[in-house]
């Protein structure tokens, strides 16, 4: 059984909205903090934003402040992340991961004990 599920990408043109969803069975087996982070082609996995339904922390990468929003829904254990104003830089393999503290080193690859499958988000006109 997977613990994270991520689902909702796709592609977009610049400028346009997406919401990615990450279904996570792993909050009921004792963490609590969700991460994003997404995987250009050639490039590294880095972190894009964090958030805790243990305190309520949130982080976000610089390059992403402003544009998208993290939320949780605890009844639904989903994670969701709404992307706005995208541009062709955004374009990666999202995924989430579960990891010990968002107000640690959050955006670090080896931040995260789990990670789900991943979803392609493509931004082109």
């Known amino acids: 059984q997977a613990h994270l599920v991520e689902s909702g990408g796709g592609l977009v043109q610049p400028g346009g909205s997406l919401r990615l969803s990450c279904a996570a069975s792993i909050l009921n087996l004792g963490y609590s903090e969700i991460g994003w982070f997404r995987q250009a082609p050639g490039g590294m996995r880095e972190g894009v934003s964090c958030?805790?339904?243990?305190?309520?922390?949130?982080q976000y990468a610089d390059s992403v402040k402003g544009r998208f929003t993290v939320s949780k829904d605890k009844d639904k254990n989903t994670i969701y992340l709404q992307m706005n104003v995208l541009k062709s830089e955004d374009t990666a393999v999202y995924y989430c991961?579960?990891?010990?503290?968002?107000?640690?080193?959050?955006?670090?690859?080896?931040?995260?004990?789990?990670w789900g499958q991943g979803t392609q988000v493509a931004v082109s006109s």
């Open positions: 991961a579960a990891g010990r503290s968002c107000s640690g080193a959050w955006y670090s690859r080896s931040w995260a004990d789990y």
């Open positions: 958030i805790s339904t243990a305190d309520g922390t949130i």
